[in-house]
């Protein structure tokens, strides 16, 4: 079974999030910040990352270029959620290497098809 880690603060996204990832069949793990995230992969490496850009301690984007920049890291899709809205936001997070940016609030429709299409490809590449 193919898994996801989900870095998420807040307690509704989390849900949410989780909620539609189960639905398509992903066994899922979560992480409230980055430090945990980063604890979470190095004991059980995701097929998949969806990550918040607003955490505590470190930011998404900070995990997001760690994760990218790591061999052993660097092919798990990350799809990033954020607030954050304006087109420079959706560049740097690009630019950190993320696979997919989402805004928030999120669409389940979206969420499911993004997180299907970089499995699907995550697969092929393999």
């Given at each position: 079974m193919k898994t996801a880690?989900?870095?998420?603060?807040?307690?509704?996204?989390?849900t949410m999030i989780s909620t539609c990832l189960k639905q398509?069949?992903?066994?899922?793990?979560?992480a409230k910040s980055g430090e945990e995230a980063l604890e979470k992969i190095n004991h059980n490496t995701p097929d998949l990352i969806v990550l918040d850009v607003v955490l505590p301690g470190r930011s998404g984007y900070e995990i997001?270029?760690?994760?990218?920049?790591?061999?052993?890291?660097?092919?798990?899709?990350?799809?990033?959620?954020?607030?954050?809205?304006t087109e420079m936001d959706k560049f740097w997070g690009m630019k950190q290497g993320a696979d997919a940016y989402l805004e928030k609030p999120l669409d389940r429709d979206e969420l499911i098809r993004t997180v299907k299409q970089l499995i699907e490809r995550a697969g092929k590449s393999k």
């Open positions: 880690l989900i870095v998420e603060d807040s307690k509704t996204e989390l398509i069949g992903l066994e899922i793990y979560t997001c270029r760690n994760l990218k920049n790591e061999t052993e890291t660097s092919q798990i899709p990350i799809v990033l959620c954020s607030t954050k809205k």
